[in-house]
């Protein structure tokens, strides 16, 4: 089954204490993303790989890093998470041929940061 | 600046009625893609309909359709026979190329009462 998987689904921790979502396609897809979901915000992207070892700052990078060593995974690391970084998380792939197809989504990693 | 703009925080909805989600966007560009997503309770994000901006024709699936009208810069989902099932958040994004980010709207809770 084609899948973009994230863990974990759920996480509390607190102020400053590093922490790592991965996340992990099977579809071969070139291009991988970060978003994070706010209320009356919609989604907003964190960062973005065209490939492995390319990756590029989207709009709310702030606090967040990012790493591609292969093509299948796209880590989402807060170095020292913050409460403003308390939202909701999605991880994302999509084929880069024939024009941009569907974004395929994890389902979701709600973080909270005390 | 905000490049997707939905109008309706939330719309409701009889079952088996009608119901019409506006969306507006600001580009320069005369290729782009645009698409509505659902994402019920569940926080999965699902794709409703895909419309490349060259095809003059509005696309369809199933019990969802678009009004696509590329000069005033507005995209439109209509539901027809709505189902409690269809209780949800809807996205709509917009994005120029399968290497472009997926830009949202904050979205509309659309609620189906029996």
């Known amino acids: 089954e084609a899948q973009v998987t994230q863990n974990p689904r759920y996480l509390i921790t607190v102020t400053g204490k590093k922490l790592t979502v991965t996340c992990s396609q099977n579809m071969n897809h070139e291009y991988m993303s970060w978003y994070r979901q706010d209320p009356g915000l919609g989604l907003r992207q964190i960062y973005y790989s065209m490939n492995v070892e390319v990756t590029d700052k989207g709009d709310v990078p702030e606090g967040y890093k990012v790493s591609r060593k292969e093509k299948r995974n796209f880590p989402l690391i807060l170095e020292s998470p913050s409460p403003n970084q308390t939202s909701l998380y999605f991880c994302a792939s999509r084929r880069t041929s024939g024009g941009a197809g569907e974004l395929f989504f994890g389902e979701g990693s709600r973080l909270t940061v005390l | 600046a905000q490049t997707v703009t939905q109008s309706q925080p939330e719309m409701s909805v009889q079952e088996a009625e009608t119901v019409t989600l506006s969306c507006t966007y600001d580009?320069?560009?005369?290729?782009?893609?645009l698409f509505w997503y659902k994402q019920p309770p569940s926080r999965q994000m699902i794709l409703v309909i895909r419309q490349e901006a060259y095809k003059q024709q509005n696309a369809t699936e199933n019990r969802f359709s678009v009004n696509f009208q590329k000069a005033a810069k507005s995209f439109s989902l209509k539901i027809s026979d709505s189902q409690l099932g269809d209780a949800a958040m809807y996205f709509c994004?917009?994005?120029?190329?399968?290497?472009?980010?997926?830009?949202f709207g904050a979205g509309t809770q659309v609620v189906v009462t029996p």
């Open positions: 994004a917009y994005t120029t190329d399968s290497w472009g980010k997926l830009q």
């Open positions: 580009t320069s560009e005369s290729d782009y893609y």
